[in-house]
């Protein structure tokens, strides 16, 4: 086992995370709602100018909610969470607006004891997500405004900022930071790559196999860690040209791509949903069960995904076995499932 391991314990800022700031503006919503904005029950998506309208009329038709939201700044969070202590474990950078919705941002990361550093700027405002939920489907559409606006040369670069990645360990990026920059992800995971250090990252979505393949696979070269769910993994299959639909196929062939730091094998973990979370390990591929929820106990299943992964790092950076990083994984989930937003209970009960 021990190829897998990094020597790891809890201390301040070894677990690095590098998103997109959002705040998730979430309602239950019906299916003409879905169908007027042209939206799948179950899919992410970046706004165009046909969504403009949507963020108003979400919040004049519905109940909305807000919640402190972004892919990685979920995961971040969820996994301070499961440590519990010290606080600031976790270290997270995105870039947000000098406005309401980001001080909103900045409370609630400093509520959830992450050692938040924003860009912070004033040519766009705070990014936002409409979480559009219907029955255990959320249709999510992201307003980035801000959060696409980092920049590595403003932010990452100053040394205060560099420092703190070097502290780190263990590294985690939703793909949706694709979008925004590249180089950004490219300056982290070489340094990763370089200091024998853990570089995850996440699939995120299937327009970000579809149409961000290229800066995709420029990254992949780095990734120690890649999570994904069953339509991002079968997206990605078909993107590549892989032929096969099977996902355990996919998993090991995506395991097999090229990797700079060859003293790690690449771990590739599918979830599924309420089926089985599949991982490579070495030529195997060994399916996790998924821990059993009453569907009447399911709130909303956004930030199922982020949940997963945040109590997988919460054990990776730990230096915990793998087998017990995914039951983390789906003890973060389960708990987020039953609650609405990627929000959570003051205390994990997880062994």
């Known amino acids: 086992m021990h190829e897998y391991r990094a020597s790891i314990t809890s201390v301040p800022n070894s677990l690095f995370g590098m998103g997109n700031p959002l705040l998730d503006i979430s309602a239950v919503v019906d299916k003409d709602f879905l169908e007027k904005y042209g939206l799948k029950p179950n899919d992410q998506i970046l706004a165009e100018?046909?969504?403009?309208?949507?963020?108003?009329?979400?919040?004049?038709?519905?109940?909305?909610?807000?919640?402190?939201?972004?892919?990685?700044?979920?995961s971040i969070k969820i996994a301070q969470w499961m440590i519990q202590d010290p606080h600031k474990v976790c270290t997270f950078f995105g870039c947000i607006g000098e406005d309401k919705f980001g001080e909103i941002l900045k409370q609630k990361a400093d509520e959830a004891h992450v050692d938040a550093y924003y860009y912070e700027q004033t040519e766009e405002p705070t990014g936002t997500c409409a979480a559009c939920i219907t029955g255990d489907n959320r249709s999510l559409v992201a307003n980035l405004a801000a959060a696409n606006c980092y920049k590595k040369d403003k932010h990452l670069d100053l040394k205060e900022n560099w420092k703190l990645v070097e502290k780190a360990k263990v590294y985690y990026i939703a793909g949706f930071f694709l979008t925004v920059s590249l180089e950004s992800i490219l300056k982290v995971a070489k340094h990763a790559s370089e200091n024998n250090k853990l570089f995850t990252l996440n699939l995120s979505a299937p327009f970000i196999s579809q149409f961000f393949k290229d800066a995709l696979m420029e990254v992949m070269p780095y990734v120690d860690v890649l999570f994904g769910n069953e339509m991002e993994a079968a997206t990605f299959s078909k993107e590549q040209g892989f032929q096969t639909e099977d996902i355990e196929e996919i998993a090991k062939k995506a395991e097999a791509l090229p990797k700079v730091n060859k003293k790690r094998p690449r771990i590739v973990v599918f979830t599924q949903g309420k089926?089985?979370?599949?991982?490579?390990?070495?030529?195997?591929?060994?399916?996790?069960?998924?821990?059993?929820i009453d569907q009447k106990d399911i709130v909303d299943t956004n930030g199922a995904g982020d949940a997963f992964v945040g109590g997988f790092l919460s054990e990776l950076v730990q230096d915990k076995e793998l087998e017990q990083c995914v039951k983390a994984g789906h003890y973060a989930a389960n708990v987020i499932i039953r609650r609405a937003g990627c929000t959570f209970p003051e205390k994990p009960d997880f062994h």
Do not use: C, R, S
């Open 49 to 74: 100018d046909k969504h403009k309208a949507l963020f108003e009329e979400i919040v004049k038709k519905f109940k909305v909610e807000y919640h402190a939201g972004g892919a990685t700044q979920n």
């Open 275 to 292: 089926d089985g979370t599949i991982m490579t390990k070495g030529d195997k591929v060994e399916t996790f069960p998924v821990l059993k």
